[in-house]
């Protein structure tokens, strides 16, 4: 056999061989991807836009991750995903799939960014652990930040849904049709989704009682279990609920006046930082720049 034809030979052998390195974890990689199920997605609200963007990666990471995901993470993940209203949208395997499919896009371009600048590998590796860890933490960032926004929302529209009910009580109306007509007159927003949510629950066979309680536990704020466990005890007592229903409104508007009175406090003291830190400084280059200069050119 000549030279040429081993070379040749060779090369065959060489080119099959990284044919097979390549097909087989492919073919591994297809395999495990085809025993993914589709995501049915009739009777769920569509997800956020941050993961719409990315969904099939981490659907794929969430159907291996979730027979992995330990009990407690698991329900600790959905309270928060039930408290933020995303309990139909996205589940706590796929919150925690999202978290390693971020850290892996942050490391990435990270990894794009250092190599646009002529570094050592130190900096590559620096830059990929900050990348990983920003990206594997900003998911609940983003959910601890929606979660106090829809507190704060629920806390602000609450007390007028009760106006709402109360006047539609007073006039003649039972508790139901009072929420019914609260969610149709009343402002968009988490309060008439939820009021909404209770309503479609009571539609579906579960008692009043029942699903004003899975809604307290499900927002988990004292506020609404307050106005839960009134009604509650006054239907079962017997007892006319306008007054109490007054009560409850008066009460949560109070709240909120009082939660508006200690924010306007604390806003001197948090002015404070960024008052010593950039107002000061400033004003003192301005006062003292015209008096240095004097003194600079009068020889001083």
């Known amino acids: 056999m000549t030279p040429s034809q081993h070379f040749t030979l060779i090369s065959i052998l060489v080119a099959l061989g ?9 073919w591994l990689l297809s395999q495990a991807l085809a025993e993914v199920p589709a995501d049915d997605r009739t009777y769920k609200d569509p997800p956020p836009l941050g993961f719409r963007l990315a969904w099939w990666p981490i659907s794929w990471v969430s159907h ?6 330990p009990a407690a993470m698991r329900n600790g993940l959905r309270a928060k995903l039930r408290r933020a209203g995303l309990e139909y949208c996205i589940s706590a395997a796929q ?24 570094m050592g590998r130190s900096a590559y590796v620096n830059a990929l652990l900050l990348g990983a860890l920003c990206g594997y ?15 704060k929302e629920l806390l602000r529209s609450l007390p007028f849904y009760l106006d709402i009910i109360t006047l539609c009580v007073e006039a003649g109306l ?6 019914n007509q609260a969610v149709l007159k009343g402002p968009k927003g988490a309060m008439r989704d939820e009021f909404r949510r209770l309503l479609r629950d009571i539609r579906a066979g ?4 029942t699903s004003m309680r899975d809604m307290a536990e499900r927002l988990d ?12 005890q006054a239907e079962k007592m017997g007892m006319n609920l306008g007054p109490v229903l007054r009560a409850q409104a008066d009460q949560r508007r ?10 306007a406090m604390e806003a001197p003291v948090k002015m404070l930082l960024p008052l010593i830190a950039f107002i000061f400084p400033c004003t003192f280059i301005v006062l003292f720049f015209p008096i240095a200069m004097q003194f600079m050119h009068s020889g001083l």
Request: hydrophobic share 60%; aromatic share 10%.
């Open 174 to 179: 039972n508790i139901q049709g009072a929420i």
């Open 18 to 26: 990284v044919g097979l390195a390549v097909a087989l974890p492919a």
């Open 64 to 69: 291996f991750l979730q027979p992995r995901l």
């Open 254 to 263: 109070a709240e909120r006046f009082h939660r508006a009175e200690k924010l």
């Open 221 to 232: 704020e004292a506020s609404i279990t307050h106005f839960v466990t009134a009604v509650i």
């Open 137 to 151: 933490f900003y998911p609940m960032i983003w959910l601890n930040d929606r979660l106090n926004a829809r507190q």
């Open 95 to 118: 919150l925690q799939a999202s978290r390693l499919v971020a850290a892996l896009a942050c490391a990435a371009l990270a990894w794009w960014l250092i190599g646009s600048f002529a």
């Open 206 to 209: 579960k008692s009043r009682a």
